[in-house]
């Protein structure tokens, strides 16, 4: 509940910034040139991209919505560790995990996850990383396997 309400509140300070923003911004006669039939698609690969990156790094309101991107982060990851440690079990295991690989396996995520973080101190790399692995099985993989079943 508090990371979705915290989502909402950076919408809230993107949509801040781009009306007070706005006026600043140079205004050029082929500004809307990508929006082409492709254009969905593109924004589908756009959305991996960390948004805060395009603001100044003085800027007050921008940095506080970073900060509840963190604190967003933070809140959500202990359900995507639970999602990964379901995926193991019944892909190891076979959906039964004992009290020991339990401990085991989240010990392992969690291990794991620190690690990456720990050595790439580049955001933008994990990004593109994500986007490289989240976009092709929704572009490809997926519809296929649901053509398939269908």
Not at 2 to 13: A, K, P, Q, V
Not at 16 to 27: E, M
Not at 34 to 63: H, W
Not at 97 to 111: D, E, N
Request: glycine share 8%; proline share 4%; charged share 10%.
């Amino acid at each position: 509940l508090i990371s979705t309400g915290l989502t909402t509140l950076i919408l809230g300070i993107v949509m801040a910034r781009a009306i007070s923003l706005g006026p600043h911004i140079p205004k050029t006669e082929d500004a809307w040139v990508f929006a082409k039939p492709n254009a969905i698609q593109a924004v589908g690969v756009m959305s991996f991209g960390d948004l805060f990156e395009n603001y100044c790094r003085n800027d007050d309101l921008v940095t506080f919505g970073r900060f509840c991107y963190g604190v967003t982060v933070i809140l959500t990851y202990p359900m995507e560790c639970f999602v990964t440690r379901e995926v193991i079990a019944n892909v190891f295991f076979g959906g039964n995990l004992s009290s020991v690989f339990h401990i085991v396996v989240t010990v392992m995520v969690i291990t794991v996850a620190t690690l990456v973080s720990l050595l790439i101190d580049c955001l933008g790399i994990v990004l593109e990383l994500n986007g490289v692995l989240c976009a092709t099985p929704l572009i490809f993989i997926i519809p296929s396997a649901c053509y398939l079943k269908l």
